[in-house]
């Protein structure tokens, strides 16, 4: 049976500083070299190994990565030990998710009893309005590979074909961010293939051009300077206004990690212009929720990359609030990425540690996941002193896995 709780040693290897250590070490390479490959300063590459400086930007973390050789995942650690029940059967789940998306390819027929199809239909409303949209990883995973055999077998059917196809991209978008969030290293590329497979079938411009910006995205920290490539590749198209808006937020981000801050602002801009001519959060996509909300929630996240530290407190007060925007995982990473900002100052611990705390309540999930709420959450974690006033950072540091224990 899988542990309700990280053992001692499980939850060292949780640590970014720590594995910093372990894999510097491993490889041979003195602080010094690494720091110079990496393109920081000896002192703040020794203290983040110390645990005294949190890694808080993907700049950083993927510049240490490429400097040691590995995957960013490997840094973080990633998929992380289950916490509770919930995390463990999400992890057990994920292998029948990578098998169902490995075995079949599209014009396979899968063999198996198959539901009438306003039954796969209820299922596929229910992924995309309420499972997805809460970051509910585990119910996902648990729904996803029957789904998607049903998909593929109804996509054979000339009278459901299209249906079925728009349903398979629905449901291999699921794959993706599930396994994207998690850290499952070759999951959310092999689902982006499948989506876009789907969608050259369907012949569809618009929808093509969606999963062309998807598929940037999820790059990631894999090809910075590729993911830029291809996201300005369709923001720059003559594709529709919201899935050039949403392309437009992707080379921002992109352009942000690599230090590039006016291309990143300037790509923030023209999404906010266009979401502007469209007014889209009166009359929202909900294909790709690119809304005003949305672009201001992503403004901030770009914010934090950029190193904007607390001071990411008055770019937010400037973007309207994300409760506009009814997707709750979205709204999550909104309080994520405000409250891990805040948390690298002690004096806004506490503001810090509530905007996380809502971020829990929206979808608890993917604040587990996410590596650099739990790097802040840890090195806050071992500046407070334990007494009562540390009490919800500690109590929210064991649900998430890197509290101390014994």
Not at 19 to 28: D, G, Y
Not at 157 to 178: C, F, Q, T
């Amino acid at each position: 049976m899988l542990p309700l709780r990280p053992t001692a040693s499980e939850v060292d290897m949780s640590d970014i500083g720590r594995r910093l250590r372990e894999i510097r070490s491993w490889r041979r390479m003195s602080l010094r070299v690494t720091a110079e490959l990496s393109g920081i300063s000896y002192g703040y590459l020794a203290k983040l190994e110390r645990g005294e400086k949190a890694v808080n930007s993907r700049k950083t973390l993927e510049a240490l990565a490429n400097a040691l050789r590995v995957s960013p995942v490997e840094l973080t650690g990633k998929p992380y030990v289950p916490v509770d029940r919930s995390d463990g059967e999400t992890v057990a789940a994920i292998q029948a998710v990578e098998d169902a998306v490995a075995a079949w390819w599209l014009g396979d027929v899968p063999e198996g009893p198959r539901r009438p199809w306003p039954e796969v239909r209820a299922d596929l409303d229910r992924l995309n309005r309420a499972l997805r949209p809460r970051a509910a990883y585990r119910e996902q995973a648990e729904l996803l590979p029957p789904l998607l055999r049903e998909l593929l077998a109804a996509a054979a059917d000339p009278a459901l074909r299209r249906s079925a196809l728009m349903g398979l991209i629905g449901a291999y978008k699921s794959v993706a961010y599930v396994g994207f969030d998690l850290g499952i290293r070759a999951l959310p590329i092999l689902a982006a293939d499948r989506m876009h497979q789907a969608a050259e079938s369907l012949g569809d411009p618009e929808v093509v051009a969606d999963v062309a910006w998807r598929r940037a995205q999820l790059l990631s920290g894999g090809n910075r300077s590729r993911q830029y490539e291809l996201a300005a590749a369709t923001a720059d198209s003559e594709a529709p206004y919201h899935v050039r808006g949403m392309a437009h937020l992707v080379a921002a981000l992109a352009a942000a990690t690599q230090g590039r801050e006016d291309v990143a602002l300037g790509r923030l801009d023209e999404a906010e212009a266009l979401a502007r001519v469209i007014d889209t959060d009166d009359r929202p996509w909900t294909r790709t929720d690119f809304t005003r909300t949305n672009v201001g929630i992503w403004r901030v996240s770009i914010a934090v990359e950029l190193g904007y530290g607390a001071k990411v407190a008055e770019v937010a007060a400037s973007v309207r609030p994300p409760e506009t925007l009814p997707v709750p995982h979205r709204q999550a990473a909104f309080w994520i990425d405000f409250g891990r900002a805040l948390l690298a100052e002690p004096r806004y611990r506490d503001r810090g540690i509530a905007a996380l705390l809502r971020a829990e309540q929206l979808a608890p999930q993917k604040v587990r996941a996410n590596a650099f709420a739990r790097e802040a959450v840890a090195n806050a974690l071992r500046r407070v002193r334990r007494d009562a006033e540390g009490r919800e950072l500690r109590a929210l540091a064991w649900r998430m896995g890197v509290a101390p224990v014994g």
